[in-house]
């Protein structure tokens, strides 16, 4: 097990100390990331005290160490899962040779690419969220909010690692540009579409982990696999801080639905005009919520038929998430049939990948969907929340822009521009989530249309101090 030397100025398991070129380049960034957390972090709680866990340890028992300090003290690093002896690449053209411990030649760009990508959404999502610290509903979702977004800047930190150790000058300036790029500006946005979509209430946050977490979690897994030995390192420690993440969105969503069908009870009605006046966020709203990040998540798998993703798994860049559960690792021989607009199509299977990736990850969402049904069903209501088809509302791929409802059924463009505001949050809709969006400080309480967490972080109580605002 490799240790975390915290006396470093920038903490690592990766000896930093012996590679002084190095050191001094990521010594030079990190004033930079500074300066941009500072810009773009988390708005105006700069002095507060917020009880986060920090990675002490790359062992999955007793990783993370919790405390108390303020955000822009967090101790940023670069930690990877130590190595697995003799690794062999386990998909592809090249499976069974021996893993990559640098970039080779012919893959160094698709490869910078693909880290670039991987790291252009982690300070995205912090530049999204930058504001929601404004309308907490607890001092518990405050800190989570902040837990999150100190994660994603240390993600961002295992990117520019890997630019800065692995691919030279263009490595350097694609780290400068990871902090020039921001969310949702017009001359220089995000890479991904999500992720320049405005995030202006605290369900859409929840939506966000729900769905957009778990990309990550898809992506993350199918660099886990890659050749490129440091990457996969760097992603499969990743993956421990990712889990949080997604359960402040599953969790996050149940307590919303808790607290709706609390207030259902109360008032004996499923009328969504008396369920909103009495604050709580009725289920047709939080469906058109569910729909709208959906649809937005599954555009980043990419297009469902992509010449991207066979070279990238033929060559062993980017692998299938639990590679070792397939039986096939080279799938020159095997094709899928897809679904177009234009009729079914048989493709090779190595350029239907993405839709692979895509066809799992939305079993992996049902998951959470079951559980709130599940809610649902014991509160004796016939309302059902369901995913969007994965036609719906694509920019990506041969679906994009078709218009189709969210069964996945080809409809009238006039028709699908006057329904769209019953599929997706119409404006009054945000607006009505927007008016509810009203910051709780004081401990343990909660704004009424979130029921309380089940318990608290790290065994302390829900009514725990979690964030000191002084
Ligand atoms: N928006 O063949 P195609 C996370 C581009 S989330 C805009 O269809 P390919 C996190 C694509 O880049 C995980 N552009 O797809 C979550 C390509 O452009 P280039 C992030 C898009 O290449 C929450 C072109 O269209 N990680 O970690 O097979 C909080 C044709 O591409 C989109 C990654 O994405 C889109 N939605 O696959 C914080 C992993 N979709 O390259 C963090 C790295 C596609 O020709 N990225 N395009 O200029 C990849 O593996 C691949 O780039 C993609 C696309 C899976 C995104």
Redesign the pocket.
């Known amino acids: 097990m490799s240790s975390i030397d915290y006396a470093e100025k920038i903490p690592n398991n990766v000896n930093l100390q012996n590679d002084r070129t190095l050191q001094r380049a990521l010594e030079h960034w990190q004033p930079r990331f500074l300066q941009w957390w500072h810009e773009m972090g988390p708005a105006d709680f700069e002095s507060a005290n917020v009880y986060l866990r920090t990675a002490i340890s790359v062992d999955a028992q007793g990783w993370a160490h919790y405390g108390t300090l303020r955000m822009p003290d967090y101790r940023w690093g670069i930690f990877l899962a130590d190595p697995v002896a003799d690794r062999r690449i386990g998909f592809g053209d090249q499976m069974g040779q021996p893993v990559w411990q640098q970039v080779p030649g012919e893959y160094r760009s698709t490869l910078r690419?693909?880290?670039v990508?991987?790291g252009?959404?982690?300070p995205?999502?912090v530049e999204q969220q930058r504001m929601l610290g404004h309308t907490c509903p607890s001092l518990y979702d405050l800190r989570n909010l902040f837990q999150?977004n100190v994660e994603?800047g240390r993600?961002l930190w295992a990117m520019v690692y890997l630019l800065h150790a692995y691919f030279g000058r263009d490595g350097r300036e694609e780290a400068e540009e990871l902090l020039a790029r921001h969310s949702g500006d017009e001359n220089k946005p995000r890479?991904?579409?999500?992720?320049n979509e405005p995030m202006l209430d605290w369900l859409s946050l929840f939506c966000?982990?729900y769905f957009?977490?778990r990309?990550?979690k898809?992506?993350?897994k199918?660099?886990a696999e890659s050749a490129f030995d440091p990457l996969s390192r760097t992603c499969r420690f990743m993956l421990t801080e990712?889990a949080h993440?997604m359960f402040v969105g599953e969790t996050g969503i149940s307590r919303v639905v808790k607290r709706t069908l609390e207030v259902m009870k109360e008032l004996g009605t499923d009328d969504p005009a008396r369920i909103r006046a009495r604050s709580a966020i009725d289920l047709p709203t939080l469906q058109k919520y569910l729909n709208f990040w959906c649809s937005?998540s599954l555009?980043?798998?990419?297009?469902e038929i992509?010449?991207?993703?066979a070279s990238?798994f033929a060559s062993g860049m980017?692998g299938r998430p639990d590679e070792t559960t397939y039986d096939d690792h080279v799938l020159r021989d095997k094709t899928m049939k897809l679904g177009t607009p234009e009729g079914e199509q048989e493709v090779p299977m190595l350029n239907a990948?993405?839709e692979v990736?895509r066809e799992s990850y939305l079993k992996d969402c049902e998951i959470g969907l079951k559980r709130w049904n599940r809610m649902i069903e014991r509160a004796g209501h016939a309302f059902r929340l369901t995913l969007p088809s994965s036609r719906f509302r694509r920019?990506?791929?041969p679906w994009a822009g078709v218009p189709v409802d969210t069964h996945g059924k080809m409809i009238d463009r006039a028709e699908y521009e006057r329904c769209l505001e019953d599929w997706i949050p119409s404006e009054r809709d945000r607006s009505f989530v927007g008016s509810l969006m009203k910051r709780v400080i004081e401990p343990g309480k909660m704004a009424a249309w979130i029921a309380p967490p089940e318990r608290g972080i790290n065994n302390l109580a829900i009514e725990h101090e979690y964030v000191n605002l002084h």
Do not use: C, P, V, W
């Open positions: 690419r693909l880290i990508t991987q252009d959404t982690e995205a999502s999150i994603e993600h890479i991904l579409t999500t992720f966000f982990t957009t977490d990309d990550g898809y992506q993350l199918s660099f990712e993440h937005s555009d980043l798998f990419g297009s992509s010449s991207n993703s990238n980017k990948l993405n990736m920019s990506i791929g």
